[in-house]
Structures are given as structure tokens and as C-alpha cells.
């Protein structure tokens, strides 16, 4: 019989090593990786394709789930965290097993069990995890930085650097001053979660940061062009004329 | 602007009740003492005492406004002779007119009421007397429940003022991945995680005994830090480093208990939680004649930065040094968008 493929990606070593302390008994599985952070996580996913990933919620740089949404492949996840409740009512919206810091030998072998079950079954993760990672992001917070994949390369982008984003039918495009990316995304929750202080949908395939604002012309008799910083001109629809006016209190 | 007669129904009903009952014995006494006809007995009635229920029902903004300074002794019954004194001449005067216009012929009645102009002085000086007596009970009855009601609200700040102060010390991230880290130790080095399990008794004790008020040695604050600083390094190995300068003459000053976890714990939080390298937490310290300075810096990525404004552990901070020193320039939050800087400077002495 082949071995479960496992990938753990935790960023303490001291909950790497009680991982690997209880899965030492087990002898139908081989630890592929362990990964310290999200970056690490993604090769590793993609290299060993492994059948589960113990993930660790708060990490560094990348959180387990921001990690998630860059993924191409979703094997069977079991999540780790301490102190998470808006993270435990999305695991139990979707019936996703998660262990609580600290957890015993016992709870650990049970959500075992259950995975390898789901993967003998060749249950597919993909839509579970998608949902979960939805769900999150519809609570998150104000966002303040962006993940692009491109092939294996990931960008991270303050939103700081952003000067405009455009849709691109299932895409959104995003410029900075550097560059330009092409990410997954809807505009409707680039606007509800990008800061509201200078982020500005001034029009339905457009985001703006007023920050990057040179200055705002009349054309025509009721329509209005934002010019931006790097000279691009955007129309202002008008049913956001408002809006805009009253976000740079003018 | 109302009286306590009007402030329930129940009041009111009782103030009509009494003086009812007063202008019935009232007016029978003349009936049947004095022979009075039974028309002027209960005119006579009616006028004196609906006229004092009207002037006794204005005395409470008297005693509510006027006399609220609390004037003593002396002053107080010279303030009470007043305002008795217009009341009453009033009160008589007027009841006395209105009866004499009303009665002009009856000369029996005249005569009596001419007679019995001392009496009425004196009822008038008795219901005087009720009146305030009456009225000082409802306010002090107030003054009480007013009291009362303000120390209740006092106390149910301070509790969440404490229960705040306790969540800002212990976060929960720290405890719950630490017992893990003491579980993953049990199995792998146990010596080590008994000694974790020390630290971290040591530390919540040292949380739990210190009160806002409490002020410590910095000696005693380096070594809570300095445990606090141990759980962590078992948690997060070479991402943490912490690089301490605190002379030794720094050691006796007294600050605060408490006052420098938190400071340490931001650092941890914005510097080594969201960091994959390693980060460095200086803390520095020197002492003048006045004022002890404690510094603390570490490296922060910007992208991660979540939250805005300060959290509950700096504000925290600022109510303590508010309420131990009355003063809100004790620290200083600074950072150049790479580096974060936290200064705290203790005075050396304490005010009053």
C-alpha cells in the first residue's frame, strides 16, 4: 500500500516536533517537508503533491490561509491553531477539522483517522477548502497587502504601491509604480476590504488610490476623469461622483 | 424643573389627601368651636390652607436652588427666618384680604378673624417648618440614591478596568501556543519543558499579583521580561533576539510593575510574529536625577502591519502612567516605517 503523503507547515518547532512526536507511530505515512512558513509551504505543496498538510492559521508573512488561496492543488488539510474564533466558526460552517493548541495525543489520531479516510475514499478537498477561504475573507479585515501568483512566483504588494486596479473579466489588474500584476479577484471585495481612506471605486471596472490622485477634470457636462500619477485618465461614473467628492472631502 | 410632589402620581395624591384632610378639621373647628356659620367656616379654610399648599409647593425651589450652597448654622436658620418671614406675610395677607372682601358684613367673623391673627401666624410658621423638615428628607433621600447609583457605576468600571488590564496582560496566543510548546517539550525534553512550566507560573503570578497602582523595582520588571522572553525563545528559537543593555545602577529605580511586557510583546508581535528572519528587541536604559529612561526597539515589516491606531497593551501603558503620575508624555511611540521605537520615561519621584 502506498504511504499518506504529509506535508507540515508550522512556523514554531516546538509544535513541528509534537506533530512528528505523534505521527511516529503511524506507520503507513512519511513526512515529506516541514515548512516554517506559507512561502515554504506552496513549493513544498507543489513539488511533493502530498495527500495532507497539517497547517498552522497565524504564520508570518503569509498566513495558512492567505496561503491557501495561491494554491493550484488542495490536498486533505487538518488546521492548527491557538486562538482563532473567527477561523473556528468558518472551520465549523465547513466541517473542516481543526485541532486547538494544545491538543492531546487522542483528538490528534482522531482527526488522523478521518483524514485518511477522506483519502483512501479520494474525497476531494477543492470546493471545501475554496469555500472555507471565502468565508475568511468575507470577515477579514481591512486588507494591507495583496498576494499575485505568476507560475511559481509569488508577489507581495503593499497596498501602499497600488495606483489603480482594473477589471479584466474573471481578473482584476493591478498597477503599481513598477509593475503591473493579473490576479483572481473580484473588484467587489477589492472595495470592501481595501482601506477606505484613499481606495475609491470610481467606477465599475475601476479601484483608484487617491493618494496617487494628480487631479480631477470636467468633460462634457456632467462627466468627470480622474488623472492619476502615471497619467493614466479614468472615467468617474456618475453615479460615484458623490461618493469620490465626499471621500477627498471636497 | 420638577417637584417631588409632581415627580410621582402616588405624591401628588398624597399632598391633595393631606391638606384635604387639614382644611376638613380646619373648617370644622370653626363650625363647631367658634360658632362660625358654616359658609365662612370653610371659606376661612379653604383660602388659608390652599393658599399655603400653593406657597409651600414654590418653597421647594427655595430650598432646592436657593439653600443648595449649604450655608451652616447660622447662616442657614437666618436664610430660613427670611424667606419664613415673606412667605408667611404674604400667605396672611393676602388670605386675610380675599376673606375680607369676601365677607365685608359679617362682623362676627371679622372680629374673629381679626382675634385670631396670632394662631394663624404660628400654623403658618408650624407648616413652615413641616415643609422644610419634609423636604430636606426627599433631598437627602436623593443626595443618597444619587450616591449610591455613582458608586455602583465607579465599581463596575473599575471591574472592567481590571478585567482589561487582565486580557492585555495575558494574551491568549502567548499562553495557549506556549502549553503547546510545553506539550511538544513533555515528549521530547522534559527536563526543559518543566522548566518552561516554572517560567510560565512565575510570569502569570507576577501578572496576577500586580494591581494599577503597584510599583516594582526595574530589577524585578527585567527579570519578569526576562521570563517572558525565555517561553518565547523556545517558541520562536533564532527569530528571537533580544539584546538587553540595562546598567546596573538602572536596577533599583521604581517603575511600575508591569509597565514593560507589554512594550516587549508588541515588539514580539510586530516585529517576530510576522517576521521569517531573525529580529532583533534592543532594550536599552539610563538614569538621571529625574527621570529613569527605558528604550525599547525592534524591526517591523510594514506590509503586516494590521491594526490601526495603538493597541490595548499601549493604551494600557498611558492609563497607568496617567493615574500613578498625572501625566500623559511618558511614552513615546516612534517608528521611521522599518523601525519601531517605544520610550518610556519614569519619573523618580512620585507625586502625591
Given at each position: 500500500m502506498e504511504k499518506i503523503k504529509i506535508v507540515i507547515i508550522e512556523d514554531e518547532a516546538p509544535a513541528r516536533d509534537l506533530i512528528k512526536a505523534y505521527l511516529s507511530e503511524e506507520s503507513d505515512i512519511e513526512i515529506l517537508a516541514e515548512c516554517e512558513n506559507g512561502f515554504d509551504g506552496i513549493k513544498a505543496i507543489s513539488k511533493h503533491h502530498p495527500d495532507l498538510v497539517f497547517l498552522d492559521v497565524q504564520m508570518p508573512k503569509l498566513t495558512g490561509f492567505e496561503m491557501l488561496e495561491l494554491l493550484d492543488e488542495y490536498p486533505q488539510i487538518i488546521f492548527t491553531t491557538a486562538y482563532d474564533q473567527y477561523a473556528i466558526k468558518a472551520f465549523e460552517l465547513n466541517a473542516t477539522d481543526y485541532l486547538m493548541k494544545p491538543f492531546s495525543k487522542e483528538r490528534f489520531l482522531k482527526a488522523l483517522t478521518k483524514a485518511k479516510s477522506k483519502i483512501s475514499k479520494k474525497i476531494l478537498e477543492e470546493d471545501n477548502v475554496k469555500n472555507l477561504v471565502t468565508k475568511v475573507k468575507e470577515q477579514a479585515d481591512t486588507i494591507h497587502r495583496i498576494f499575485v501568483k505568476t507560475g511559481s512566483r509569488i508577489d507581495v504588494i503593499p497596498v501602499s504601491e497600488i495606483i489603480r486596479i482594473d477589471a479584466q473579466d474573471d481578473y482584476v489588474e493591478i498597477v503599481t509604480k513598477s509593475k503591473s500584476y493579473l490576479k483572481k479577484e473580484t473588484m467587489n471585495f477589492l472595495e470592501k476590504n481595501l482601506p477606505k481612506t484613499n481606495f475609491i471605486r470610481v467606477h465599475r471596472s475601476s479601484i483608484i488610490n487617491s493618494d496617487y490622485m494628480d487631479k480631477i477634470e470636467k468633460y462634457g457636462k456632467e462627466s468627470y476623469l480622474v488623472v492619476l500619477k502615471d497619467g493614466s485618465r479614468i472615467n468617474v461614473s456618475k453615479s460615484r461622483i458623490k461618493e469620490l467628492k465626499t471621500t477627498l472631502g471636497i | 424643573?420638577?417637584?417631588?410632589?409632581?415627580?410621582?402620581?402616588?405624591?401628588?395624591?398624597?399632598?391633595?389627601?393631606?391638606?384635604?384632610?387639614?382644611?376638613?378639621?380646619?373648617?370644622?373647628?370653626?363650625?363647631?368651636?367658634?360658632?362660625?356659620?358654616?359658609?365662612?367656616?370653610?371659606?376661612?379654610?379653604?383660602?388659608?390652607?390652599?393658599?399655603?399648599?400653593?406657597?409651600?409647593?414654590?418653597?421647594?425651589?427655595?430650598?432646592?436652588?436657593?439653600?443648595?450652597?449649604?450655608?451652616?448654622?447660622?447662616?442657614?436658620?437666618?436664610?430660613?427666618?427670611?424667606?419664613?418671614?415673606?412667605?408667611?406675610?404674604?400667605?396672611?395677607?393676602?388670605?386675610?384680604?380675599?376673606?375680607?372682601?369676601?365677607?365685608?358684613?359679617?362682623?362676627?367673623?371679622?372680629?374673629?378673624?381679626?382675634?385670631?391673627?396670632?394662631?394663624?401666624?404660628?400654623?403658618?410658621?408650624?407648616?413652615?417648618?413641616?415643609?422644610?423638615?419634609?423636604?430636606?428628607?426627599?433631598?437627602?433621600?436623593?443626595?443618597?440614591?444619587?450616591?449610591?447609583?455613582?458608586?455602583?457605576?465607579?465599581?463596575?468600571?473599575?471591574?472592567?478596568?481590571?478585567?482589561?488590564?487582565?486580557?492585555?496582560?495575558?494574551?491568549?496566543?502567548?499562553?495557549?501556543?506556549?502549553?503547546?510548546?510545553?506539550?511538544?517539550?513533555?515528549?521530547?525534553?522534559?527536563?526543559?519543558?518543566?522548566?518552561?512550566?516554572?517560567?510560565?507560573?512565575?510570569?502569570?503570578?507576577?501578572?496576577?499579583?500586580?494591581?494599577?497602582?503597584?510599583?516594582?523595582?526595574?530589577?524585578?520588571?527585567?527579570?519578569?521580561?526576562?521570563?517572558?522572553?525565555?517561553?518565547?525563545?523556545?517558541?520562536?528559537?533564532?527569530?528571537?533576539?533580544?539584546?538587553?543593555?540595562?546598567?546596573?545602577?538602572?536596577?533599583?529605580?521604581?517603575?511600575?510593575?508591569?509597565?514593560?511586557?507589554?512594550?516587549?510583546?508588541?515588539?514580539?508581535?510586530?516585529?517576530?510574529?510576522?517576521?521569517?528572519?531573525?529580529?532583533?528587541?534592543?532594550?536599552?536604559?539610563?538614569?538621571?536625577?529625574?527621570?529613569?529612561?527605558?528604550?525599547?526597539?525592534?524591526?517591523?515589516?510594514?506590509?503586516?502591519?494590521?491594526?490601526?491606531?495603538?493597541?490595548?497593551?499601549?493604551?494600557?501603558?498611558?492609563?497607568?502612567?496617567?493615574?500613578?503620575?498625572?501625566?500623559?508624555?511618558?511614552?513615546?511611540?516612534?517608528?521611521?516605517?522599518?523601525?519601531?521605537h517605544a520610550t518610556l520615561k519614569i519619573p523618580l519621584t512620585k507625586p502625591a
Open positions: - | 424643573m420638577t417637584t417631588p410632589v409632581l415627580s410621582k402620581k402616588y405624591y401628588l395624591t398624597i399632598y391633595f389627601v393631606t391638606w384635604l384632610v387639614i382644611v376638613v378639621v380646619h373648617a370644622a373647628l370653626l363650625f363647631f368651636l367658634y360658632d362660625i356659620s358654616l359658609t365662612e367656616s370653610i371659606t376661612d379654610s379653604v383660602v388659608f390652607n390652599l393658599l399655603f399648599a400653593a406657597a409651600g409647593y414654590t418653597l421647594w425651589f427655595v430650598i432646592r436652588y436657593n439653600l443648595k450652597e449649604k450655608p451652616s448654622g447660622v447662616d442657614l436658620l437666618f436664610q430660613h427666618l427670611m424667606v419664613a418671614g415673606v412667605i408667611i406675610a404674604i400667605w396672611f395677607f393676602v388670605s386675610y384680604y380675599t376673606l375680607i372682601s369676601l365677607f365685608p358684613a359679617d362682623q362676627a367673623y371679622l372680629q374673629f378673624l381679626k382675634e385670631s391673627t396670632p394662631w394663624r401666624i404660628i400654623t403658618g410658621l408650624f407648616y413652615y417648618i413641616v415643609y422644610v423638615l419634609i423636604y430636606y428628607l426627599i433631598l437627602y433621600y436623593e443626595d443618597l440614591q444619587e450616591k449610591l447609583r455613582h458608586e455602583g457605576e465607579l465599581k463596575s468600571l473599575v471591574k472592567e478596568a481590571e478585567l482589561n488590564a487582565l486580557k492585555s496582560q495575558i494574551n491568549p496566543h502567548f499562553l495557549f501556543n506556549s502549553l503547546n510548546s510545553v506539550s511538544s517539550l513533555t515528549l521530547s525534553r522534559p527536563d526543559k519543558a518543566q522548566e518552561m512550566v516554572i517560567k510560565l507560573s512565575d510570569f502569570l503570578r507576577y501578572s496576577l499579583s500586580s494591581d494599577r497602582k503597584s510599583t516594582t523595582t526595574l530589577e524585578n520588571e527585567f527579570e519578569n521580561i526576562s521570563r517572558y522572553l525565555d517561553i518565547e525563545k523556545v517558541r520562536f528559537g533564532k527569530r528571537l533576539n533580544f539584546v538587553p543593555d540595562i546598567p546596573t545602577k538602572c536596577f533599583e529605580a521604581k517603575v511600575p510593575s508591569l509597565i514593560l511586557q507589554p512594550l516587549i510583546e508588541n515588539a514580539i508581535k510586530h516585529g517576530v510574529y510576522n517576521s521569517t528572519e531573525e529580529v532583533k528587541i534592543a532594550l536599552s536604559c539610563h538614569i538621571n536625577d529625574d527621570f529613569v529612561t527605558i528604550h525599547v526597539s525592534n524591526k517591523y515589516d510594514p506590509a503586516a502591519i494590521r491594526k490601526k491606531g495603538e493597541g490595548i497593551g499601549l493604551k494600557n501603558i498611558r492609563d497607568r502612567l496617567l493615574l500613578i503620575y498625572h501625566r500623559n508624555d511618558l511614552l513615546m511611540i516612534d517608528s521611521d516605517g522599518k523601525t519601531y
